[in-house]
């Protein structure tokens, strides 16, 4: 998505030369639109009276994918309400601004049927109304999609309502502690102004009886999530961070409750309820930087996860989402389409390529009987599957097998504040028993005094500002990086990640892009490029669409016959023009040099065929990249499943020392727990079928956007973009945040240790107690913003 | 001091109004899409064209 800023122009029409609806260069001078994709977006914004989305917009548009998109199951997803209203919710992907959501809503409502459309900027998705059949949904779903934006299916029952529930609840909370925290407040300060003796005692309790009408249901409705996870604490036998909080909130207020009855001098009310509005609040926007990557990484794997076309009994085909087919059903996959589901080939023979899930850049050839995985890419004829079950020996039942193992030896990592509350709770405890048995038997107070103090120790050294030391800097962190386009998905890998001291990357996919990119040639001519291209623009084929891609929008061939498993013919003047393989243009098939990628070969009659060579080539950045990180300390690694020879090359290129070559996922494990038996704390960089083990395998992992589900969902940080460098951004925010954390720690240990002498001296009254712990609370804070300050000034 | 009898409900009341309001904003979903609202705003011809109707930017 280009999310370039452009000057926001009164005037729709874009600069000369440029594409009327896209803002791209135009292929020829003097022509509007850069594409017939764009062509029809524009057409269609125009005839809906739409064009002043064109001077609304603040960022370009982006190229319409295809015009007419793959097909959505969308007929099943639709629900029909009692009066016959039909609703139906979509992920959108291109949403770039506010003029987009404007378009969108605005074409969809213009279409007679629809009551309602609303568009979620925040979330990308689409809820759309109408009146009539469910059959309808196709239609309207074309419009948005001939509108420039890509479509996906949104299950309903996504699994990601328990904790959509889990965010209102604690905003509801936070609400609820908010607005007591500042009532009891105002309450408390007329006591502490009162303190100064113009307070009658029959007032002072009338506004502690006051805080504590507010107090107690808001502790009792409020405090649950601290009561929920302590107790499931408790009974595992552990102690977290949520212990002392519920032991402290619980007794300061049945002190101050005490306290109120026996018309004494000081009340905690407002601390307690104090201390959970800060608490909730740190909680609350936890829990939504955690979902809003979550979605975001949903949204990502929605988007690819495409309907496979499924053919009946009847001979009739259909789309069907992948996860709705059944086993023993026959799939087709076009050419130049990614295979949707695992499955064996029981007609056709073509070639496919396997890079997501081998390493290897290499097609294979398949046919009847051979196994085929999702993600790979069917590339020169079609193929009929037959679906099968995941398991039987199989190259996946293999890697889930081995994500088992490896899940199961990769011990529990324990979140620091974890830790340090295992060690915290007990000290402060002991703490305060003490405290409590000092003042009763040595100084001779009585109980009830002396438990008074021992509380106050309590809810002073009720870590505030300690548990918000880590959720602060995680929060900062987490909204950094996703606005860099990084997904954080698990909630301690920034920790892990600090810690990292070896990196080990993939190579296809990972280090360079996983598709092919023509090879820049000094002795080919533009012009047979160009020539070559006006073929390569009417196939799907993934090399037709490099060599496309390299030559830059133009024109396309009319009459461009495509041939199965040989490539593309032109009737010309004077003969057939092909471009394709090799033996397709009457040359012999010659033995490949080792290491070399695929080729076309472009003849025409009369002259000498072009070859056109592509290799999957590396991210622009990574050379970079690589250097930065050993610059850095990091020691890297690359393991690979392709041959020897691409990889020595690649890793030549980019100064990775070390390397592997035809590493099978089993060997990808078995490296990594020999990094792991040495001592290294693994950073592991994939995307295919066969990393997933390794990245459940490492202590931490990272996958691209465009790695495989199984992959995605393994990774626990995904980045988007064709560059490399999110990651090493990824390590050094998370060094930095570790940086951040140790020091909110030290800052409220040290606090601690100057505020529970006073506590057990017996000094610290409610004014006292409030005082210490916001403004420590703050402190911690403000400590955490530091780290999106600095990215501000890297930014600009 | 009398007074207090007064002003504390008042207080209290006008908090807990501010409290509802947060509480029904929340649950009819008006926290859900914070950026789309802040561009909305500026679409002032927020009305559907009818079908077919030629421009009018």
Redesign the interface.
């Known amino acids: 998505m280009s999310l370039a800023l452009q000057d926001i122009a009164a005037d729709p029409r874009p600069a000369p030369g440029t594409c009327r609806h896209c803002g791209q260069p135009v292929p020829k001078s003097g022509e509007e639109f850069c594409c017939p994709g764009c062509a029809g977006a524009y057409a269609l914004i125009h005839e809906l009276g739409l064009d002043a989305y064109y001077a609304r917009r603040d960022a370009q548009g982006d190229q319409p994918v295809t015009a007419e998109g793959p097909v959505l199951d969308l007929a099943n997803l639709v629900e029909t309400a009692a009066d016959g209203t039909c609703s139906l919710r979509l992920r959108v992907d291109g949403l770039t601004c506010g003029a987009c959501v404007w378009l969108i809503e605005s074409a969809l409502k213009a279409q007679g049927p629809v009551t309602d459309a609303r568009v979620n900027l925040t979330t990308r998705r689409l809820t759309l109304r109408w009146k009539g059949g469910a059959d309808l949904a196709e239609g309207l779903a074309a419009t948005v999609r001939k509108l420039g934006y890509r479509l996906a299916a949104f299950d309903t029952g996504a699994a990601d309502d328990p904790q959509k529930a889990q965010e209102k609840e604690l905003m509801r909370c936070m609400a609820i502690a908010g607005f007591s925290a500042m009532n009891i407040m105002l309450l408390s300060v007329s006591v502490w102004s009162g303190h100064a003796g113009s307070m009658g005692e029959a007032t002072r309790t009338l506004m502690h009886w006051l805080s504590a009408l507010i107090a107690l249901p808001t502790v009792a409705y409020c405090a649950r999530p601290f009561f929920r996870s302590a107790l499931a604490a408790l009974k595992a036998g552990r102690t977290n961070m949520d212990v002392p909080i519920s032991l402290g909130v619980t007794l300061a207020s049945s002190i101050s409750l005490w306290e109120t009855f026996e018309h004494g001098e000081h009340a905690y009310f407002d601390g307690a309820v104090m201390l959970l509005f800060f608490l909730l609040i740190g909680r609350f926007l936890d829990s939504r930087a955690r979902g809003r990557a979550r979605s975001a990484a949903e949204h990502l794997l929605a988007l690819g996860r495409t309907p496979v076309t499924v053919l009946k009994p009847d001979g009739t085909a259909t789309l069907l989402a992948p996860s709705a087919v059944a086993n023993g059903s026959t799939v087709l996959v076009a050419v130049g389409e990614r295979v949707g589901i695992d499955g064996t080939v029981s007609d056709g023979v073509s070639e496919v390529d396997t890079s997501v899930v081998t390493g290897e850049t290499q097609p294979q050839p398949v046919e009847p009987g051979a196994r085929v995985f999702a993600g790979m890419v069917n590339l020169s004829a079609p193929l009929r599957l037959t679906v099968t079950a995941s398991g039987e020996g199989t190259l996946l039942a293999e890697i889930v097998r081995l994500m088992e193992a490896a899940e199961q030896g990769r011990a529990r990592f324990v979140a620091l504040a974890d830790r340090v509350a295992k060690n915290y709770t007990p000290v402060v405890h002991t703490l305060a028993l003490a405290t409590f048995l000092a003042w009763t038997f040595l100084m001779g107070l009585a109980w009830q005094e002396s438990l008074f103090i021992a509380v106050a120790v309590l809810i002073i050294t009720c870590p505030c500002a300690l548990a918000l030391a880590v959720p602060a800097v995680q929060v900062v962190a987490s909204g950094r990086l996703l606005r860099g386009g990084i997904l954080l998905k698990s909630a301690t890998a920034l920790e892990r990640l600090a810690k990292v001291d070896t990196i080990v990357f993939d190579k296809t996919g990972t280090l360079t892009l996983g598709r092919p990119d023509l090879l820049p040639d000094l002795e080919r001519r533009g012009e047979d490029l160009e020539s070559a291209a006006r073929l390569a623009r009417a196939s799907k084929h993934p090399l037709s669409r490099a060599l496309a891609r390299a030559a830059g929008p133009g024109p396309v061939a009319e009459g461009v016959r495509e041939i199965p498993g040989m490539g593309l013919e032109l009737d010309g003047p004077a003969g057939p023009i092909r471009l394709g393989r090799r033996s397709f243009v009457g040359l012999e098939e010659g033995p490949q040099a080792v290491g070399e990628g695929p080729e076309l070969w472009y003849a025409r009659p009369g002259r000498v065929p072009v070859r056109f060579a592509f290799a999957d080539r590396a991210r622009a950045d990574a050379a970079e990249v690589v250097g930065k990180l050993r610059a850095a300390g990091y020691r890297v690694e690359l393991l690979s499943g392709d041959r020897p020879g691409t990889v020595a090359a690649l890793a030549a290129g980019l100064g990775i020392a070390e390397w592997r070559a035809g590493v099978d996922p089993a060997g990808k494990c078995a490296r990594l727990a020999e990094l792991r038996a040495s001592g290294a704390k693994v950073l592991m960089v994939g995307d295919g079928l066969n990393d997933a083990a390794a990245l459940a395998a490492a202590d931490v992992s990272v996958s691209p956007s465009s790695a495989v589900d199984i992959a995605q969902t393994a990774a626990d940080a995904v980045f988007q973009g064709d560059r490399l460098a999110p990651v090493a951004e990824l390590l050094s925010v998370s060094r930095k945040a570790e940086r951040l954390v140790i020091q909110n720690l030290g800052f409220s240990l040290l606090y601690n240790l100057c505020a529970v002498p006073i506590a057990m001296a017996g000094h610290a009254t409610p004014l006292v107690a409030a005082v210490a712990m916001s403004s420590s609370s703050l402190v911690v804070l403000g400590n955490a913003l530091r780290l999106s300050r600095r990215a501000k000034e890297a930014r600009s | 001091?009398t007074i207090?009898l007064l002003l504390?409900p008042v207080?209290?009341g006008l908090?807990?109004l501010?409290?509802i309001a947060?509480?029904w904003s929340?649950r009819t979903g008006q926290?859900?899409?914070?950026?789309?609202a802040?561009?909305?705003i500026?679409?002032d011809d927020g009305k559907?064209?009818?079908?077919g109707?030629?421009?009018?930017?």
């Not at chain 2, 926290?31 to 789309?36: H, N, Q, T, V």
């Not at chain 2, 559907?48 to 079908?51: D, R």
């Not at chain 2, 109707?53 to 930017?57: D, E, N």
């Open positions: 001091m207090l504390i207080a209290l908090g807990f501010g409290l947060f509480l929340v926290f859900e899409d914070l950026d789309g802040a561009t909305r500026l679409f559907p064209l009818p079908p109707q030629k421009s009018q930017a």
